[in-house]
């Protein structure tokens, strides 16, 4: 049995009084009654194509609920409507209504641009809930993170980039929270002066790393939608000192930034979880000068991905949900003016047997395998070279 008591008080009223209606008998005799302003007994089953049983079951269930009373007179009882009653619950069915009203969605939306939209926000959600748990997280997060050895996406036992950081000029121990799936920098061509602009900056891992490539005359500013994460950087930050590195709290599709900002934008795993990636693109065209370039490292399908599957990766390597096919990523890039795109590294997301056979039967394991599909992380590049 479904369990109705965990609902609110208002909802548990506003349901029984629904199921009192929800018959058209007794619908009809609140309705004899309103038209003929009078009480009437159980004998109303010559007015009504009811027998009197019949009648007197549903009088019950309208007077249980109080929407009509009964008083007793001589042998037969009167029932009155109880109009003090009926106008509690409309009044509780106007002020449920009012707010579903109020929202700009119809049957008719569905089949506009405008659900997506509704739809992305609550992504968004999800994914800034689940960052700023990251971030707020004190212990050692490199081992918590979602697109590292993680266990808050599930049990992760995958780390996309491994040790690579750890040896790199300008490593920040503190700002690695283990969450990238490439080496952004590695490909970015920053030179000493360069404005950097690090999207999804988590806490700063790259940018940190930008800076020693940017050297004192040039400026990084790491970019993140989720404020705790915007906080961890900015503390790992005052412990620097650095003062030519700045961390701003955005929307990667509506960036806070004038248009032509920046020399180079580096993102290390983040586009994937933007849900509208030509935006996206188109963002990074705006603030990135005329000539400058971005290097992206990120998560990309080949083919199109069964649920099940998508479901098994985002498990193991975490970051997975809203990757896009390769192909269409590339075209996105081309659409939004970019030249020059090239993959500078692509590596094969492995994920193992024992992961697959807990989201794929036998079958689907097989036809996964013979179909060449899967999941890779890329660094990609291209210029900004005109204007659109
Ligand atoms: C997988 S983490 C990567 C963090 C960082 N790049 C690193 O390698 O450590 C993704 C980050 O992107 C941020 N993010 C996701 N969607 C975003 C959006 N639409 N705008 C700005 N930041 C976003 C999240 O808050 C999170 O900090």
């Given at each position: 049995m479904i369990k109705t008591d965990i609902f609110s008080q208002e909802l548990q009223e506003l349901s029984r009084f629904t199921k009192a209606i929800a018959h058209p008998a007794r619908l009809a005799i609140l309705q004899y009654l309103a038209e003929t302003k009078t009480c009437i007994s159980g004998d109303i089953s010559k007015s009504l194509p009811l027998s009197r049983s019949t009648v007197s079951q549903h009088l019950k269930e309208l007077k249980d609920l109080g929407l009509i009373q009964g008083r007793i007179d001589g042998l037969k009882t009167n029932y009155c409507l109880c109009s003090s009653n009926i106008d509690k619950y409309l009044l509780m069915f106007e002020s449920f209504f009012e707010p579903i009203k109020a929202v700009d969605i119809s049957c008719e939306t569905l089949n506009s641009n405008k659900l997506p939209s509704m739809k992305n926000k609550n992504l968004k959600g999800i994914v800034k809930e689940k960052y700023g748990a990251i971030a707020g997280q004190n212990t050692l997060l490199k081992e918590q993170g979602c697109c590292g050895p993680s266990n808050c996406c599930g049990e992760l036992e995958f780390s996309m980039i491994g040790d690579e950081y750890t040896e790199i000029d300008g490593h920040n121990?503190?700002?690695?929270?283990?969450?990238?799936?490439?080496?952004?920098?590695?490909?970015?061509?920053?030179?000493?002066?360069d404005t950097v602009i690090d999207l999804g900056a988590g806490a700063g891992n790259d940018c940190f790393v930008a800076r020693t490539l940017v050297g004192e005359t040039g400026k990084v500013i790491g970019l993140d939608f989720t404020e705790e994460m915007v906080q961890k950087a900015q503390q790992n930050l005052t412990k620097t000192g650095f003062k030519n590195i700045e961390f701003i709290q955005g929307d990667i599709e509506?960036?806070?930034?004038?248009?032509?900002?920046?020399?180079?934008?580096?993102?290390?795993?983040?586009?994937?979880?933007?849900?509208?990636?030509?935006?996206?693109?188109?963002?990074?065209?705006?603030?990135?000068?005329?000539?400058g370039h971005f290097s992206i490292s990120d998560v990309v399908t080949s083919?199109?991905?069964?649920?099940?599957?998508?479901?098994?990766?985002?498990?193991?390597?975490?970051?997975?949900?809203?990757?896009?096919?390769?192909?269409?990523?590339?075209?996105?890039?081309?659409?939004?003016?970019?030249?020059?795109?090239?993959?500078?590294?692509?590596?094969?997301?492995?994920?193992?047997?024992?992961?697959?056979?807990?989201?794929?039967?036998?079958e689907e394991l097989t036809e996964y395998k013979r179909s060449g599909r899967g999941i890779f992380s890329i660094t990609v590049y291209a210029e900004k070279n005109s204007r659109k």
């Open positions: 121990a503190d700002a690695d929270l283990g969450l990238g799936c490439g080496l952004p920098t590695e490909f970015a061509q920053i030179k000493k002066g509506e960036m806070p930034l004038p248009d032509s900002t920046c020399d180079v934008v580096i993102s290390n795993c983040v586009l994937n979880l933007v849900p509208d990636k030509q935006k996206a693109f188109s963002e990074i065209f705006r603030i990135l000068k005329q000539g083919g199109a991905l069964p649920e099940g599957l998508k479901e098994a990766a985002e498990m193991y390597a975490g970051c997975v949900s809203g990757a896009i096919d390769k192909q269409e990523y590339l075209k996105i890039i081309e659409d939004e003016g970019f030249s020059q795109i090239k993959i500078q590294k692509e590596k094969p997301i492995v994920i193992p047997d024992e992961t697959l056979q807990n989201y794929l039967n036998e």
